[in-house]
């Protein structure tokens, strides 16, 4: 996410922080957790928000993790994004 201006929170209208953020996701039983999403934080209200198709990019790593993680183990997978 590129960090060429300044942009408020649509919820509290604070300034965003632009950081890497971990992400935990449960199904099954299973855990997996992504690290490095690049984020747009608030800190203040703490609301989140992603450059276009960046979600998609971590809904299909999470489900890849879920993937490898059912054929292993019960329990935690982490990976950090690239």
Known sequence: ?????????????ARLEFRA?????EREG???RLTGI???VCPRCGDISFAP???DKIIKAANAMFEIAAGRHRGLLAAEAA
């Open 1 to 13: 996410m590129k960090k060429t201006k300044s942009i408020c929170c649509t919820d509290c209208g």
């Open 21 to 25: 953020i971990s992400r935990e996701f």
């Open 30 to 32: 299973l855990r997996v």
């Open 38 to 40: 690049p984020a747009a």
């Open 53 to 55: 198709g960046e979600a």
